[in-house]
């Protein structure tokens, strides 16, 4: 067992690839349950080297599953994975732990199997699509759905992201939101960065969904149901 990090209170512990999520959950902490504490860590390093490597690597389970670990000894309720690329690490080390640890990214999927046939899995990084898809496809067996999914990636809105550049990134994506949702029942977003293009974009005539808002109201309840 990894060293506990300890989370001073907290009720969720989020640990996220990217210090922009903070923001994020905050708010949406301040908005869903306010009285919940809520902490966070950032493992940028863990995505850079999954874009390197082309995807998790046995390395980098290792490390994102330690770090989790000790979220889970530090004194949580619960602790959430938010990036959807290290996910299947969060189910992976589960039974490890003695509090839930989870993925955002499961309530989204199995809302997303009930939505609709055709699903498409919209990502600017390609090992969040492929870790989105394996889970979708695993949502879809275990609820006995037969869905088709369409991979749209927003490869070039990447670079955006990494820069900083968060206005642009948004717009591309919710420009290409509008495209793809002429062939789709649902639009599933493989990246919880991904939630402001969906407002962006508008009524598109199907379901956009991401990972932050269910993520978090599944893992408010966990925390609430530990009290």
């Known amino acids: 067992m990894p060293p506990a990090q300890y ?6 512990a989020f640990l996220h ?17 306010p009285g919940l504490k809520l902490a966070h860590t950032v493992r940028e390093d863990l995505l850079v080297a999954a874009e390197k490597a ?24 619960v602790v959430v994975c938010t990036c959807s690329t290290l996910g299947p690490v969060a189910e992976h080390v589960a039974d490890e732990a003695d509090i839930p640890i989870i ?34 496809e695993d ?8 869905c088709h999914f369409a991979p749209v990636h927003f ?13 642009e990134y948004h717009a591309m994506i919710a420009e290409g939101l509008k495209r793809a949702s002429d062939d789709c ?11 402001p293009a969906a407002q ?16 978090f109201a599944a893992a408010a309840r966990i925390a609430n149901r530990f009290k």
């Open 139 to 146: 949502s879809a067996g275990r609820a006995g759905r037969d």
């Open 17 to 33: 690839s990217s210090a922009l999520h903070i923001g994020t959950f905050n708010a949406l902490g301040a908005e869903r349950a």
């Open 54 to 77: 082309g995807g998790i690597t046995a390395s980098i389970e290792l490390k994102a599953g330690e770090a989790m670990l000790a979220l889970a000894a530090g004194g949580a309720k």
């Open 7 to 12: 989370t001073h209170g907290a009720a969720i």
């Open 200 to 215: 962006q974009a508008g009524d598109l005539g199907v379901p956009v969904l991401s990972s932050p808002r269910s993520g």
């Open 103 to 136: 993925r955002i990214d499961r309530p989204m999927a199995d809302e997303a199997v009930r939505s609709g046939k055709r699903i498409g899995v919209c990502g600017a990084l390609a090992p969040a699509m492929e870790t989105t898809l394996r889970l979708l």
């Open 155 to 167: 490869e070039d809105a990447w670079e955006k992201f990494r820069a900083g550049r968060l206005a």
């Open 185 to 195: 029942d649902v639009l599933v977003l493989a990246q919880a960065s991904m939630a």
